[in-house]
């Protein structure tokens, strides 16, 4: 009995960690007018999700693993037709050399990664959703950690002029003036046990929603972010259920986050 009660707690504990998704939250890159873009990657143990939310009329970039452009580090850029797998550099160049002034090379044909799961456009801003293996086994891929850890992240947007054509524009990557540098930690974002049945309804809604928690948590707050990361509304969760006002937010797609010590997750509104 003792071995079976053991091997019960080992199973439990197994599903639990396997379970567990790690995230750096929604991340506002830039809040320039007309340039805004915002970023939140989320790792489980197998797989990489990625989410990017900028103008639908531009272009948006992202280096993992690096602050500067360094030969041989990881790029995925929207070019404005889909998603491409990149890496800094030219073919041959050593790892480590600086690579700015040229447009990050796209990988070989087999090594394209990332699979875009979803491409939407809301009232001008553009949400791009893909996702990848977190080891692809290919050199120029950056290896995701489904730990606590951190990440080194470059990225850059702007308008479609320069040295690279795509699509009857221009994509000009290494001139563009509108790039900078973050480094973000991914934190336990999501416990199965704890919040990630919470609910909202009315969803849509038009003057107030409400927020259901079946399985309670004391010290859980909600936020909630509009899709270019700007966050509209902070508070402390009191009780199973919370009526928030949203009768003067403006109509779109709005990230409900619910977050505890230990654990957080998000899910989406739309405000009529």
């Given at each position: 009995m003792k071995?079976?009660?053991?091997?019960?707690?080992?199973?439990?504990?197994?599903?639990?960690?396997?379970?567990?998704?790690?995230?750096?939250?929604l991340i506002q890159l830039s809040n320039t007018a007309g340039l805004e873009y915002s970023l939140q990657i989320d790792v489980s143990p197998t797989?990489?999700?990625?989410?990017?939310?900028?103008?639908?009329?531009?272009?948006?970039g992202i280096g993992f693993d690096t602050q500067?452009?360094?030969a041989g580090k990881d790029v995925?850029?929207?070019?404005?037709?889909?998603?491409?797998?990149?890496y800094y550099g030219y073919p041959g160049q050593p790892e480590g050399q600086n690579a700015q002034g040229l447009t990050p090379t796209e990988d070989a044909e087999g090594e394209r990664d990332w699979t875009t799961t979803s491409d939407t456009v809301d009232t001008g801003v553009r949400t791009i959703v893909a996702t990848r293996e977190n080891n692809t086994g290919?050199?120029?891929d950056y290896v995701f950690s489904s730990t606590a850890t951190s990440i080194d992240l470059?990225?850059?947007?702007?308008?479609?002029?320069?040295?690279?054509?795509?699509?009857?524009?221009?994509?000009?990557?290494?001139?563009?003036?509108?790039?900078?540098?973050?480094?973000?930690s991914l934190t336990l974002s999501q416990d199965d046990f704890q919040i990630n049945d919470f609910d909202i309804s009315p969803n849509p809604a038009n003057t107030n929603f409400t927020i259901s928690m079946p399985?309670?948590?004391?010290?859980?707050?909600?936020?909630?972010?509009?899709?270019?990361?700007?966050?509209?509304?902070?508070?402390k969760l009191n009780s199973i259920t919370s009526t928030i006002d949203v009768s003067q937010w403006n109509s779109g797609?709005?990230?409900?986050?619910?977050?505890?010590?230990?654990?957080?997750?998000t899910k989406r509104l739309v405000k009529q």
């Open positions: 071995k079976i009660t053991l091997a019960l707690i080992g199973l439990l504990y197994f599903n639990l960690a396997f379970a567990q998704t790690y995230s750096t939250g797989t990489t999700t990625m989410t990017m939310i900028g103008p639908d009329d531009i272009w948006l500067d452009m360094i995925v850029i929207y070019n404005g037709v889909s998603l491409t797998d990149r290919n050199a120029n470059v990225w850059a947007r702007g308008n479609y002029h320069g040295n690279e054509m795509v699509d009857g524009f221009e994509l000009d990557w290494h001139g563009v003036g509108n790039r900078g540098i973050t480094m973000q399985n309670f948590t004391e010290n859980a707050t909600v936020n909630v972010y509009d899709v270019l990361g700007k966050k509209v509304f902070a508070s797609i709005y990230l409900v986050r619910v977050s505890t010590e230990n654990a957080m997750h």
